[in-house]
Nanobody, 126 residues
Framework: QVQVIESGGGLVQTGGSLRLSCAAS????????MGWFRQAPGKEREFVAA????????YYADSVKGRFTISRDNAKNTVYLQMNSLKPEDTAVYSC???????????????????WGQGTQVTVSS
């Protein structure tokens, strides 16, 4: 059974930092792109960041570029999202997802990710 489990969310003040982790298990994730998405109350889910299998290619939403860093440790099947200079508008449920290599479209589209975690809440107070 495939499991994707996020951790590391919490409450932080504006300007603070958090590091999210995503542990995947239950199958081989060779060749998978891993992504982070977020959804705020009353809003649609939006792409945050993605990282290719080798960890060389990374992609970010404009709203987080320069503040967030995505990384991965394939030996541990774990993906990280380091979030710095957090703003109240970053408040959302952050979900990790796995994108199989069969998809060659757009890494920012949720429909190309087959496995999802339950999400972890990030709240940034002003």
């Amino acid at each position: 059974q495939v499991q994707v489990i996020e951790s590391g969310g919490g409450l932080v003040q504006t300007g603070g930092s958090l590091r999210l982790s995503c542990a995947a298990s239950g199958r081989t994730f060779n060749g998978y792109t891993m992504g982070w998405f977020r959804q705020a109350p009353g809003k649609e889910r939006e792409f945050v960041a993605a990282i290719g299998w080798l960890g060389v290619r990374t992609y970010y939403a404009d709203s987080v570029k320069g503040r967030f860093t995505i990384s991965r440790d394939n030996a541990k099947n774990t993906v990280y999202l380091q979030m710095n200079s957090l703003k109240p508008e970053d408040t959302a449920v952050y979900s990790c997802a796995a994108r199989p290599p069969k998809y060659t479209g757009s890494y920012y589209l949720p429909r190309e990710y087959d496995y999802w975690g339950q999400g972890t809440q990030v709240t940034v107070s002003s």
